[in-house]
């Protein structure tokens, strides 16, 4: 009877992170590891006299029509992606380590297999069986019809007692009433959004207070998301829950006059012009590539096209986005490094892009 020896990757439950940043230095080199993540190695070993040399891998969150979703990619070897699209790092590590521990049993050296394709996101890959294309194409519909289920369809701005060092948020919720996203009105977002200059205010010129101010910030906050209030609908004070109205009672007394009265407010919200185009960029045709002269791009993923001619490899990637879509030109011959960079919608984004990285056009 032939036995198959165990990874020991497989008792590898709990790996040693390490953060990259932008700007720290550790992040890999490519354009497939996203703006930050999280680096994790998993150690060598030796199966039915067959070496596996200790590998390294990143953590990362890619947007994918309109929610973001964990992978895990190789850092060396072929940059392959292992295990699936999850909504926690935690799984997504799992089912790497799961891939990595299988290979490994099967006496597969994922380092010497033949690259089909790097960039793993829905919508169809290059090289695949069409069985994995169907599948693909199914998780590409579902995710689809879930877009409208998570869409927002509430508005609320919350204030925050003066115990509590005040302030202000702008928090949207679905249908169900589940909470989409979170923004500040009082102070400033987290590192890499956008802030609007003339809505961010003193905590202690706010608190308890439904400013006007804060009611031009949470507007321009909901433009940012490509959203609007709902024709006719105005903001409503609502009532707080008991344990909040508790929290407050103390203060009402200390504030001036009608700056407790509406510590919460709600609107209803509908999605602009431009949301609603975002999404059918997102799930429509995917945008045509101009002729370049002397090179072929060839489609790998939804969003990816590469370029492979001696002594030169290109890649274009393609992010859908409000205010116009981003495009990027990867030369990843030997240092992978942005060569041109556009924003831009359909081909005339694709164009300026392939034009700012010297190309062409046919």
Same mark, same amino acid.
């Given at each position: 009877m032939t036995t198959t020896a165990r990874s020991i990757v497989r008792e590898t439950v709990r790996p040693h992170y390490t953060r990259y940043t932008p700007t720290n230095g550790k992040r890999p080199q490519g354009s497939g590891y996203g703006v930050d993540g999280w680096l994790f190695t998993l150690p060598g070993e030796t199966i039915n006299r067959r070496q596996?040399?200790?590998?390294?891998?990143?953590?990362?969150?890619?947007?994918?029509?309109?929610?973001?979703?964990?992978?895990?990619?190789?850092?060396?070897?072929? $940059?392959?992606?292992?295990?699936?699209?999850?909504?926690? *790092?935690?799984?997504?590590?799992?089912? +790497?380590?799961? @891939?990595? !521990?299988?290979?490994?049993?099967?006496?597969?050296?994922?380092?010497?297999?033949? $690259?089909?394709?790097?960039?793993?996101?829905?919508?169809? *890959?290059?090289?695949?069986?069409?069985? +994995?294309?169907? @599948?693909? !194409?199914?998780?590409?519909?579902?995710?689809?019809?879930s877009e409208e289920t998570m869409r927002p369809v509430t508005a609320e701005i919350r204030l925050a007692y003066p115990a509590a060092a005040g302030g +202000?948020?702008?928090?949207?919720?679905?249908?169900?009433?589940?909470?989409?996203?979170?923004?500040?009105?009082?102070?400033?977002g987290a590192a890499g959004r956008q802030n609007n200059p003339e809505g961010i205010y003193l905590g202690s010129l706010t608190s308890g207070a439904m400013t006007a101010g804060l009611l031009l910030a949470a507007r321009w906050h909901l433009t940012q998301y490509g959203f609007t209030c709902a024709r006719g609908a105005r903001w409503t004070a609502c009532p707080l829950r008991e344990s909040e109205a508790e929290q407050w009672a103390p203060w009402a007394r200390l504030l001036p006059d009608g700056h407790a009265a509406t510590p919460l407010a709600r609107v209803a919200i509908v999605p602009t012009p431009e949301y609603l185009a975002l999404?059918?960029?997102?799930?429509?045709?995917?945008?045509?590539?101009?002729?370049?002269?002397?090179?072929?791009?060839?489609?790998?993923?939804?969003?990816?096209?590469?370029?492979?001619?001696?002594?030169?490899?290109?890649?274009?990637?393609?992010?859908?986005?409000?205010?116009?879509?981003?495009?990027?030109?990867?030369?990843?011959?030997?240092?992978p490094h942005i060569v041109g960079i556009a924003r831009g919608n359909g081909a005339l984004g694709a164009a300026a892009a392939l034009t700012a990285a010297g190309l062409s056009l046919s």
């Open positions: 596996f040399p200790q590998s390294t891998y990143a953590a990362f969150q890619v947007p994918a029509y309109g929610t973001l979703f964990w992978i895990v990619r190789e850092v060396d070897a072929e $940059r392959r992606e292992l295990g699936e699209h999850s909504t926690s *790092r935690k799984q997504a590590v799992t089912l +790497a380590i799961n @891939a990595v !521990a299988t290979d490994r049993e099967h006496g597969t050296d994922a380092s010497q297999e033949s $690259r089909t394709d790097t960039h793993q996101v829905p919508g169809g *890959r290059a090289g695949e069986p069409p069985q +994995a294309r169907s @599948a693909e !194409a199914d998780t590409f519909d579902r995710i689809r019809k +202000a948020s702008l928090r949207l919720y679905d249908a169900r009433g589940n909470q989409i996203d979170r923004e500040p009105l009082t102070e400033r999404q059918e960029r997102r799930f429509g045709p995917m945008p045509q590539i101009p002729a370049i002269v002397g090179l072929t791009f060839k489609q790998t993923g939804r969003g990816w096209w590469r370029s492979t001619t001696p002594g030169r490899i290109l890649e274009l990637v393609w992010t859908p986005q409000l205010g116009g879509d981003r495009w990027y030109v990867w030369d990843e011959t030997h240092r």
